[in-house]
């Protein structure tokens, strides 16, 4: 299984951008898909989660700023980032929990990473 993430970039305080990522490969279930980041010299953190097409959660931090959606037929999550603060300044990781075919248990796996960079 293998996760390819893209969008991301530079962008002014205030502004907005948006990531995709897709999953590819033996993929038999995908339970959950989901955007953590990772600051410089910080621990990575959960941005928002999204077990199926309605059910998501957030990071107190970018609630009301974030959007996750998920495309099931695609195996695609993306996350439309609004009101952009440069404390939202890090790599942006997309996860993703799941059933390969063939496989027994549910399994998390992890895209390369996408920078996104706010200025102030």
């Known amino acids: 299984v293998q996760l390819q993430a893209s969008g991301g970039g530079l962008v002014q305080a205030g502004g907005s951008l948006s990531l995709s990522c897709a999953a590819s490969?033996?993929?038999?279930?995908?339970?959950?898909m989901g955007w953590y980041r990772q600051a410089p010299g910080k621990q990575r953190e959960l941005v928002a989660v999204?077990?199926?097409?309605?059910?998501?959660n957030y990071a107190d931090s970018v609630k009301g700023r974030f959007t996750v959606s998920r495309e099931n037929a695609k195996n695609t999550v993306y996350l439309q980032m609004n009101s952009l603060k440069p404390e939202d300044t890090a790599v942006y990781y997309c996860?993703?929990?799941?059933?390969?075919?063939?496989?027994?248990?549910?399994?998390?796996?992890w895209g390369q990473g996408t920078q996104v960079t706010v200025s102030s």
């Open positions: 490969g033996r993929i038999f279930v995908i339970s959950e």
């Open positions: 999204i077990r199926n097409s309605v059910s998501a």
């Open positions: 996860n993703a929990r799941v059933l390969a075919s063939g496989d027994f248990v549910y399994r998390s796996y």
